[in-house]
């Protein structure tokens, strides 16, 4: 994979460049912020709203009745070897928004790329879906499902993801082509390999580069998720439950002093007042065991 680079990223272009964009999706105010806050004598950004971060942490909840949840740095857990070459379900379980450009309500493209390990190769795999938010608001998404059925290799899985700002004119009547059932039902896969996901995954692709064509339309963040059964103190690695990706390039991220409220389904500092936001754009990513369905019987 590696589809999606960091330098595509808003966060990652020159200041002027970020207020050229903000002036261009008439978010003047921002544009005038930013502008402000300029770059300091260390060539270090002086205005840093949540959009512009380019890096990641990432968090892992364990499944649990609790209401307040314990988050683990996803290097510390261990992994789960029962799950080589069995399959799981991949779903978008939050999406967090504190800021994004552009005034108002904003249109929030999210793709995803992953590779289903079955035999004799594996198989591409492609899912986009687009939903609304304001800042400070979490998105209309509940355990979405992205890939059902995705086989585990003996290495583990890999996925990577991306979101884009969608802000010209024209790209909502592209977007409708990723509201029908297929796509909102996620990408069911099967134990062996499927000719119809060639053109599936290619109609993705062309509906997400018309839309990332878009003048006004620009990446905002990618992160590349590759879950293991390593024990290098490194790793991420894989078991049941739900990870926390936040967009920040926070140094001294401490997952000790967050947890998850489950109550109102967000991230909580523990240092902040209950309900105050935490400052940064996040996504919670389930992974579950796959169930197949069982087969319709007829009668006879």
């Known amino acids: 994979m590696g589809e999606f680079k960091r330098e595509n990223s808003l966060g990652a272009l020159p200041a002027h460049d970020i207020v050229n964009y903000l002036i261009a999706i008439e978010d003047?105010?921002?544009?005038?912020?930013?502008?402000?806050?300029?770059?300091?004598?260390?060539?270090?950004?002086?205005y840093r709203p949540a959009y512009s971060h380019t890096g990641m942490v990432v968090g892992f909840i364990e499944p649990s009745e609790d209401v307040d949840?314990?988050?683990?740095?996803?290097?510390?857990?261990?992994?789960?070897?029962?799950?080589?070459?069995?399959?799981?379900?991949?779903?978008?379980?939050?999406?967090?928004?504190?800021?994004?450009?552009?005034?108002?309500?904003?249109?929030?493209?999210?793709?995803?790329?992953?590779?289903?390990?079955i035999q004799p190769a594996g198989e591409a795999l492609k899912f986009a879906k687009k939903f609304s938010a304001n800042d400070r608001s979490a998105a209309a998404v509940v355990n979405a499902p992205v890939f059902l059925g995705l086989t585990v290799s003996n290495d583990g899985i890999?996925?990577?993801?991306?979101?884009?700002?969608?802000?010209?004119?024209g790209s909502e009547a592209i977007l409708?082509?990723?509201?029908?059932?297929?796509?909102?039902?996620?990408?069911?896969?099967?134990?062996?390999?499927?000719?119809a996901l060639k053109p599936f995954v290619?109609?993705?692709?062309?509906?997400?580069?018309?839309?990332?064509?878009?003048k006004n339309n620009k990446q905002v963040h990618e992160f590349n998720l590759g879950l293991d059964f390593d024990d290098r103190s490194?790793?991420?690695r894989l078991r049941l439950g739900t990870y926390i990706v936040v967009q920040t390039d926070e140094k001294?991220?401490?997952?000790?002093?967050?947890f998850w409220q489950r109550a109102a389904s967000q991230l909580q500092d523990c240092r902040l007042p209950a309900g105050e936001s935490i400052g940064f754009n996040y996504t919670a990513i389930g992974i579950s065991r796959f169930e197949s369905p069982e087969p319709v019987r007829t009668r006879r």
């Open 28 to 46: 003047l105010d921002e544009a005038s912020r930013f502008s402000d806050g300029g770059v300091t004598g260390q060539g270090l950004p002086g």
């Open 202 to 214: 290619s109609l993705a692709t062309a509906a997400i580069k018309t839309v990332e064509s878009g």
């Open 69 to 117: 949840l314990q988050i683990q740095s996803a290097s510390s857990i261990q992994a789960d070897r029962t799950l080589q070459g069995q399959r799981i379900k991949v779903t978008l379980d939050r999406f967090y928004v504190e800021s994004y450009p552009g005034l108002g309500e904003h249109i929030i493209l999210c793709e995803f790329n992953g590779k289903n390990q």
């Open 234 to 236: 490194t790793a991420t």
């Open 158 to 169: 890999e996925f990577e993801g991306r979101t884009i700002n969608v802000r010209s004119k």
């Open 176 to 195: 409708a082509a990723l509201e029908s059932p297929v796509f909102k039902a996620g990408l069911t896969l099967i134990n062996t390999a499927q000719p």
């Open 252 to 258: 001294s991220w401490d997952w000790t002093q967050f």
